[in-house]
């Protein structure tokens, strides 16, 4: 992790950046919500190797996916936390209306009690307890999950708890869960045929794994549904995990966007279930030295509709493969923190930004 003085330079890139959209914006609403222009605006803000993705709805009402980790030592001025909020500044959002925590792991909720200080939450929403305590692992997410609950008690904010099947209360998109707490959904979900669910043929060639026991396998994991575009987003859900919903029949469909799971490691997102959701558009939340692995890469790139896949950063672990410079937010050297921006319509027309290049991909409709 690169914290202090490179961090200061990457949150004003991000700070001058969203300046003038901050300016325009006004209230709670984005500039584009109150134009009606009914577009979903996606931001994935670089913590580099977690995960925080904010959704904002053409009505406003945002939707935050995680906050990255913890800055103990810069506590005025912390890395992932205060990306999080600049990018919020960005959005035109003032208060995050919902903030999906996937699981209590340190690089998906650490950052919280310094998000909080620095922009107000709406509602929490979670798996329910923690479950891990053992070893050094469990440890450390038994810190990070007794400082959610810490600033659960202390705020005002609603608190929901959500399992497989249920339906998140959101308002300008269709959120419905399909695992959490270790458990997936029992039935294909009623959209999984349309978009191309039925028996897996993938099954049988993807290897087994074991469960690991952790946090990971308890991954809140959600189908996003906004007019025609279907995004998967399944947080860490582990590979033993991820073959409930997927095999032998695929309960969840086929998907347009896929935030790949688990940084891109290799312990989660199988063939199983990557070529059977066959994404035209994979977005992969890496840091340099985590996730991207060479065969999740392979995986991702041998599916039948991919147009392209798209990195936070170049990785950099041992054999790796990446995407384009083009397609990637943030190149080898100094910590500048660029983010990717994904635009959906409701027509089912896409488009992905690099805010490093300033240049957007359009895709059309499938």
Request: charged share 20%; with cysteine.
């Amino acid at each position: 992790m690169r914290m202090g003085k490179l961090w200061s330079a990457g949150l004003a890139v991000l700070l001058a950046v969203g300046g003038s959209a901050w300016a325009q914006s006004g209230a709670t609403k984005t500039a584009a919500a109150k134009s009606g222009n009914g577009e979903l605006q996606v931001y994935f803000v670089d913590v580099e190797g977690g995960q925080s993705t904010l959704f904002v709805m053409p009505t406003g009402e945002s939707l935050l996916v995680d906050t990255g980790n913890p800055d103990p030592r810069n506590p005025s001025a912390p890395r992932d936390a205060g990306r999080i909020a600049a990018m919020a500044k960005i959005a035109g959002v003032t208060r995050i209306d919902n903030l999906v925590i996937t699981h209590y792991h340190t690089d998906h909720v650490g950052g919280l009690p310094q998000l909080a200080a620095l922009i107000p939450v709406g509602r929490f929403i979670d798996h329910g307890v923690n479950r891990q305590t053992e070893g050094a692992e469990g440890k450390a997410t038994v810190a990070v999950y007794d400082a959610y609950q810490k600033v659960l008690a202390d705020s005002h904010a609603d608190h929901l708890t959500v399992k497989p099947g249920d339906v998140l209360p959101v308002k300008g998109m269709h959120v419905e869960v399909v695992s959490g707490d270790g458990e997936v959904i029992g039935q294909p979900l009623k959209s999984a045929l349309a978009a191309g669910g039925g028996p897996n043929a993938a099954c049988a060639n993807s290897p087994v794994k074991e469960a690991e026991n952790s946090e990971n396998d308890r991954s809140l994991g959600m189908v996003i549904t906004f007019g025609k575009t279907r995004i998967l987003d399944l947080g860490d859900l582990t590979w033993a995990k991820e073959r409930g919903l997927m095999c032998p029949v695929n309960k969840i469909g086929k998907f347009d966007v896929y935030i790949v799971s688990h940084h891109g490691l290799d312990r989660s997102g199988s063939p199983a279930l990557v070529d059977a959701i066959a994404p035209r558009v994979a977005i992969m939340d890496n840091g340099p030295h985590k996730g991207g692995a060479p065969s999740t890469y392979v995986t991702i790139e041998g599916t039948s509709r991919l147009k392209d896949l798209w990195q936070l950063h170049t990785a950099e672990v041992p054999d790796a493969k990446n995407a384009a410079d083009s397609r990637i937010a943030n190149l080898p050297g100094p910590d500048a923190a660029n983010y990717l921006k994904l635009t959906v319509r409701m027509d089912g027309t896409l488009a992905v930004t690099n805010s490093r290049t300033g240049e957007t991909v359009e895709y059309p409709a499938k």
